[in-house]
């Protein structure tokens, strides 16, 4: 009697077990080891999602703003007028044989896309709870449409930057063949800090306040208003480290014909590479925690 009442129970269980695992309609959430923690597969599966949050991202920055898109150009135009004034007129520092004003456009505009999409996907998390809360989806892919909405941005940005070149008499070589690999490089140490900002932000919300103070020093830090060569030699080495410092120099290189450092380049790829692989990870540990503590 009592292997029969076991056999009886054991039974419909075991058959709401199986019923569970091919039913189509029901999404399994099991944690992941090792490389397979990063999920790419359903990264591609949610891509639309990601495509419709970007969008939403461009329209709602501008929204009831009376100059719309123009801020994306204001921002870093204002910023290279004033280091013009101040840095290229009265310190007279130096720009390569670059006329300034398009020297520090030129990494202004890039620094302005990255430190935007750095503090939009930093927050990302916190401003979209209710979304986490009530749905799932990879949470991965709210942070890469705050980066990828920037890109928008860099887009309108970019056209003073030709208008720059062209009022200054700077030609277009063929160097900028390789203009696409430092923009692909920005977006993804955009992303790789993003992550992982975005995931301690829910946690510990003095994230939002100390990312644009962090962000506005590491400016200084890197060779936007300032060409590396004003860097005394044996020290340049550590600006180097500096994962932005090679980005904003190819940069330059692609768009106004200077010399190409290659030894920072590699650098700065291979630190954008690590810092997105490790923020990955650690997004995707931190990632079951979110709903309850969001």
Do not use: C, H
């Not at 080891?33 to 591609?44: G, M, S």
């Amino acid at each position: 009697m009592k292997g029969s009442m076991e056999n009886s129970y054991s039974l419909p269980l075991q058959n709401a077990k199986e019923a569970q695992e091919t039913d189509p309609f029901t999404v399994r959430i099991r944690p992941s080891r090792k490389w397979a923690a990063i999920n790419l597969r359903d990264l591609w599966d949610y891509r639309e999602l990601l495509y419709f949050l970007t969008w939403r991202d461009v329209k709602v920055r501008y929204k009831q703003t009376l100059l719309g898109a123009a801020w994306a150009v204001l921002q870093p135009l204002a910023a290279m007028i004033v280091f013009w004034l101040f840095f290229g007129k009265l310190a007279g520092i130096g720009s390569d044989g670059i006329p300034y004003p398009v020297f520090a456009y030129a990494g202004l505009m890039v620094w302005t896309f990255f430190s935007n999409a750095l503090n939009n996907s930093g927050n990302s998390l916190v401003g979209n709870s209710n979304l986490i809360t009530k749905v799932y989806f990879p949470r991965m892919i709210i942070p890469g449409a705050a980066v990828a909405a920037g890109l928008v941005d860099f887009a309108i940005a970019f056209l003073i930057m030709l208008v720059l070149m062209a009022g200054y008499r700077v030609p277009v070589t063929a160097a900028v063949l390789i203009l696409p690999l430092p923009v692909l490089l920005t977006s993804l140490l955009a992303l790789g800090i993003g992550l992982w900002m975005s995931a301690l932000n829910v946690k510990y919300r003095d994230i939002r306040y100390a990312l644009p103070f962090g962000i506005q020093l590491w400016m200084f830090a890197t060779p936007i208003i300032y060409p590396m060569s004003l860097v005394p030699e044996k020290w340049r080495w550590l600006l180097k480290l500096n994962p932005m410092t090679g980005i904003v120099e190819a940069y330059r290189a692609a768009l106004l014909g200077s010399t190409l450092d290659y030894s920072a380049l590699a650098i700065s790829a291979a630190m954008s590479l690590a810092i997105l692989v490790f923020a990955a990870f650690e997004f995707r540990r931190m990632e079951k925690e979110f709903a309850d503590v969001v």
